[in-house]
């Protein structure tokens, strides 16, 4: 299984961007999906996560302007980024939680920049 992030890019301070994450097939028994980053010279965070009940988590950081969602129909997970500030600049990573295992994205770049 593969996961294909997308909707990364560069938007200034305020700003919107929505990133989405496809699997390349279906994953039996998804546990949660989401979303975690990475900035230069930090370690990898969680931003959000959405459990198979459909509960979420977000990071305090991104409460209330961060929000994400599901389509099962399309094992695609999404993540709506609005009033972006410059502290949200990282790599962000999709990651499907299945029974045997977590699969992971590739990456997808954000930059928050005047």
């Known amino acids: 299984v593969q996961l294909q992030a997308s909707g990364g890019g560069r938007v200034q301070p305020g700003g919107s961007l929505g990133l989405s994450c496809a699997a390349s097939r279906s994953i039996s028994s998804i546990r949660g999906m989401g979303w975690y980053r990475q900035a230069p010279g930090k370690q990898r965070d969680l931003v959000a996560l959405?459990?198979?009940?459909?509960?979420?988590v977000y990071a305090d950081s991104v409460k209330g302007r961060f929000t994400i969602s599901r389509d099962n129909a399309k094992i695609t997970v999404y993540l709506q980024m609005d009033n972006l500030k410059s502290e949200d600049t990282a790599v962000y990573y999709c990651?499907?939680?299945?029974?045997?295992?977590?699969?992971w994205g590739q990456g997808t770049q954000v930059t928050v920049s005047s």
């Open positions: 990651y499907y939680v299945g029974v045997m295992r977590t699969y």
């Open positions: 959405i459990t198979s009940g459909d509960n979420t």
